[in-house]
């Protein structure tokens, strides 16, 4: 039996007795800030006798190009409840209150994700403040994205963002969303109360498929390490690691089943991998029948992560997880900006391992034109990266992404 129940009183008790509020989790524009978050320094000055108590409100839009995503951004606003010089964290996790209990919501991707279980969380480290400091305008302290929640139920919903400001050195645990504010490390909370509506079944709802479900992405994953005949250690790693963390909101007996059922299914999927008896068209046909967007989007997750587990992205294993995008019925745009986040981190392998074509996501059927096309949006996108880059690894990596645009770009010139 799932340990959900013990969870709900446990956080009902939380949220009454021992939570107040919740505080925020930092952001600007792109991806990669929006998982790290910006700088404290930004739209925040000190001393300000004038400044009110913080607040904290909603706004829903898309906050930039390059996320596909439409997006809840938290904005605050005040002084900084702390009474000493602190390096302040911010951290966030979703509840959802919709049948009067208090039930933890799960997110799709694993950078959204508590360190030991799929609840909901975002954390950045904001930074040094001192007392009489914080924001004098409002300014982004944290972000959800609704389409990557999974709550409970399907239907609407009625979520509650809750915020925690803490001290980054002495941080307080937080489990499926809950914490005590009596840990040392909790300065204070706020909550942001919203609603969405989801079509995909709950996890509670899709619980009688969710054991198949995980089983043929596990199969995946495996798929995507052999693909290009080597399965590496770090990419068994980065499996083990996401099995352990789907099994972690189950009771110890629960949690040990699924694990032996996990772990079988890695071990056959392996040795069918090794035997080519794997079909890759068959668990996908099956994940379409029985997942979830979101369970779909969560398999190319880990394929990506399993990609770029090695630090090399191999040909075979960026046109097999296009493959499975494609048969799982996945929007383009988004899987790019998965693969674009797993590019960044590469090592300097990465151009002399892939093809052009599979490293900027060319499609051999597109034409001349909508090929360029691509091509200029792939230069704005990746330019625009590298002038906010610090010097460093990732910087070189997408400087060699645009040295592809245009290796690229000459190609199909000269092919025109």
């Known amino acids: 039996m799932e340990i959900l129940g013990l969870i709900v009183m446990i956080l009902i008790y939380a949220f009454f007795g021992q939570i107040i509020r919740a505080f925020f989790a930092s952001l600007s524009a792109g991806w990669r800030t929006l998982i790290h978050g910006g700088t404290f320094a930004e739209n925040f000055k000190t001393n300000f006798s004038g400044m009110d108590s913080f607040e904290l409100k909603g706004e829903t839009g898309q906050i930039s190009e390059e996320l596909p995503f439409e997006v809840l951004e938290l904005k605050g606003k ?12 911010f951290v966030t996790s979703i509840v959802d209150i919709t049948d009067d209990e208090l039930k933890p919501v799960l997110s799709a991707l694993d950078d959204f994700q508590e360190p030991e279980s799929r609840a909901f969380q975002h954390s950045v480290q904001a930074g040094q403040a001192s007392p009489n400091e914080g924001y ?37 645990p937080i489990s499926l969303g809950y914490s005590s504010k009596e840990h040392a490390g909790f300065i204070a909370s706020f909550e942001y109360q ?17 054991e198949e479900t995980r089983g043929l992405i596990i199969m995946l994953g495996v798929q995507v390490a052999m693909s290009d005949g080597d399965f590496a250690e770090q990419e068994g790693k980065v499996i083990k690691d996401w099995i352990t963390r789907s099994i972690a909101t189950y009771t110890d007996e629960r949690r040990e089943k699924l694990k032996k059922a996990y772990n079988d299914a890695f071990k056959t999927a392996y040795k069918e991998a ?10 996908t046909e099956k994940l379409n029948e029985i997942a979830t967007k979101a369970q779909k989007y969560e398999a190319v997750d880990l394929c990506f992560d399993v990609m770029a587990a090695d630090g090399v992205a191999e040909e075979e294993e960026l046109t097999a997880i296009k493959n499975i995008s494609e048969a799982l019925d996945l929007d383009f ?20 391992q892939s093809s052009v074509e599979a490293m900027l996501g060319i499609d051999s059927d597109w034409s001349p034109d909508q090929i360029q096309k691509h091509l200029r949006k792939e230069f704005t996108k990746w330019n625009g990266r590298l002038n ?5 690894e990732e910087r070189e990596n997408a400087q060699r992404m645009l040295n592809l645009i245009a290796e690229a770009r000459k190609k199909y010139a000269e092919a025109a």
């Open 78 to 89: 005040g002084l900084l409840p702390i009474r000493k010089r602190t390096n302040v964290c």
């Open 136 to 172: 004098v305008s409002w300014a982004r302290v944290g972000v959800v994205i609704p389409s990557l929640l999974v709550p409970p139920k399907s239907g609407n919903r009625q979520l509650v963002a809750l915020v925690r400001m803490i001290d980054g050195n002495n941080p307080p």
């Open 194 to 210: 919203f609603e969405e509506n989801f079509s995909d079944k709950g996890y509670e709802e899709e619980a009688a498929h969710r």
């Open 274 to 283: 090794q035997n080519g008896t794997i079909s890759i068209s068959e668990v």
């Open 333 to 352: 745009n988004e899987i790019q900006k998965m693969k674009d986040q797993r590019l960044i981190k590469l090592s300097t392998k990465l151009e002399s």
């Open 388 to 392: 906010t880059l610090p010097d460093g």
